[in-house]
């Protein structure tokens, strides 16, 4: 795993390896063992190297051809390169140099051309090449988007890179907030692809390739370009598709449920397999849940040692489930390695947030994922973790929930749902949440609820904008409901929605959730989470869930195969059981969440009060204080608990602060 730079100028440049090198240098902690910039003219490529595979100088970047022609900047793993490399041997007469992938990728881009080569790899990867005979620079990403490709204008040159950080060291790098991008991240906790927090700054979309011809164009554009769209010399094109494979896959559905089950577990089986490859030592996350728990099944299956595995648990009773972990790494013999924090280890890693994201971001679990990513990396250097598990098998409550919720509602008038919404939300949160006890206590395995107060009265305020499933999915993922409302002098309409699929197109509801989520939420929450948590402190992550066959596989399965007797999983959940006792992963599902709401009452109110100050909201003129002030003192109170969208406020400020 690594780290990438470059600047594309409008002219040729003499400075332009001084600029490649301080932007380099803020990768460090992407790739802590080598360095390399390379320029030619008005292009400059940096690498940061995290040695992984074949550790010695012939993986280093920027790395040439065999041929001289193309140059290129890598960060990322391809699990089949050695398949590759042997269709390429077999077919052509190749001196190799080592055994790296990007090695690997190069020669097969020379003969095959970039499309097709990205085509057929099965990794995780964000690149930079540049092709001496057409001077032409193509960045590219990996289908799902685990690794991250920033890029945009600073004046007239085009910049790019792994994170935000490195692209500000450019001197004219643009550092204003584009207001499109705070309602999408106030909505959703993240900023969603193709959009950074900076106006001009964008995200390269998972599965496409951006290519510039000679030298960028003359002005910059008023809006992000869209694949298939051209813009004088430059162009982003798709090389895969999610909706279209969906679309395959469900002309060729498996609805046998033996072959469902055989068929998970061999493809799965053969993922783990490929990325346990590796010249460093390699372990695993393991919460005990379905995800992690399968993905380190099938490890141990295949080692003839006990794997490292990793689990950090809360020093509150109320919010630790680490037990659960050393259940499972107990029962299959791993190498169980579990790390209790408390509060005060928790709190110590708000302040490093801003630097590690780069841009807001406020999905809570951020601050546990980096604790375990800590600890994991005192004893391995990459480590396979469960991500993509829930958006790919159908894990999350709304799955199971939206459809049902949005039939109820669909027969209730306006006028109805309004008077249903205030009755809910009448009732105190705790009230609730006394109910929600018992009836976990009724109701046994992973058919119980949490937090159910919190969810009632978020879904109260929320029922009066749900016309359709849509909207439903929409709001059971959003932090503020309207946004807008809260941002000063915002004149644009609120274009925040993610469009990329249309739930209403499909005949099935769940799966058009899911591929939304696939689309947005899992790369640009999810992956984004893991992959700063993990390289801010130089690890590796592997997602077998990602993995190319096993999305082939997904596509195929309907929804029934994921979703049974209100239990998401289930196809994944038989696999797991043949490994791991149901008795021991059957539970409410909760996530890897902290208490931040207790904490924002308690030892992090002064913090907060500050970053939530009338001064500070009014200096910074971003926001309408007296609406913010007024959710703070109710949630003071313990009337309500509004951690949710006060988090994004606070990360916001935050970050903002450390500009």
Known sequence: MCGLTGVLCASQNNDIIKVVTKMNSLLVHRGPDDEGVWSDGNIGLGHRRLSVLDLSISGSQPMHSECERYVMVYNGEIYNHLDIRKKLSDKLKITWKGHSDTETILAAIKYWGLDKTLNISNGMFALALWDKRERCLSLARDRIGEKPLYWGWAGKDIIFGSELKALRAHPNCPRDICKKALLQYLRFMYVPAPRSIHTGIYKLEPGTILSIKDFPPPKQPDKPISPGEDYYNLSIRRYWNLNEEFEIGTSNLINDENEAISATEKFLTKAVKRQMISDVPLGAFLSGGVDSST???LMQAQSSRPIKTFTIGFEDANFDESYH???VAKHLGTDHNEMIITDAEALKIIPDLPWLYDEPFADYSQIPTHLICKAARKHVTVALSGDGGDEMFGGYNRYILGPKLWKNLSYLSPLMRNFVARLAQAIPENSWNKLEKLYNKIRTGDKGISY???????????????NNLED????????WIEPEKIINDFQTEPTSIINKVSIHALNDPVMGMIIKDMQSYL???ILCKVDRAAMGISLETRCPFLDKDVIDLVTRLPAKMKIRDNTGKWVLRQVLNKYVPSEIIDRPKKGFTPPIGVWLRGPLRDWAEDLLSIKRLEDDGLFKSKIIREIWTEHLSGRRDWSLPLWTI???????KAQ
């Open 472 to 479: 439903l999915h929409r709001n059971m993922s959003s932090a």
């Open 325 to 327: 972990a050393s259940k």
């Open 452 to 466: 159910l107060g919190n969810k009632i009265h978020r879904f109260g305020e929320r029922m009066h904008l749900i």
């Open 295 to 297: 993905i380190v099944a």
């Open 523 to 525: 790369p640009d929450d």
């Open 650 to 656: 606070l990360i916001f400020q935050d970050w903002n």
